[in-house]
């Protein structure tokens, strides 16, 4: 199992780009299957985007062609880079690692997308 960490989050103007961070602790990285998704205050935590172990992707229609996530096994590092933010894409950002039972999540970064 893994203990994850997330950072980069902060104050973005629109139109501006983040990358985030999740580095991972513990064993097996490489064969979980890696998430990320984000919550805003009231409503439900929503998928954002996610990495296989094989890097195969996918992401939310509101998020395709701005984000992009990535992974890198030899640092046990999930990354979310984030172009062309958007005050709707305001929210806090958790990345979660699943790998047969076990089911891991991050504390959380916030992103604010104002000018």
């Known amino acids: 199992q893994v203990q994850l960490v997330e950072s980069g989050g902060g104050l973005v103007q629109p139109g501006g780009s983040l990358r985030l961070s999740c580095a991972a602790s513990g064993s097996s990285f490489s064969l979980h299957v890696l998430y990320w998704y984000r919550q805003v205050p009231g409503k439900q935590r929503e998928l954002v985007a996610v990495i296989t172990s094989g890097g195969n992707t996918n992401y939310a229609d509101s998020v395709k062609g701005r984000f992009t996530i990535s992974r890198d096994n030899a640092k046990n590092t999930l990354y979310l880079q984030m172009n062309s933010l958007k005050p709707e894409d305001t929210a806090v950002y958790y990345c979660?690692?699943?790998?047969?039972?076990?089911?891991?999540w991050g504390q959380g970064t916030q992103v604010t997308v104002s000018s």
């Open positions: 979660n690692a699943r790998f047969g039972i076990w089911n891991t």
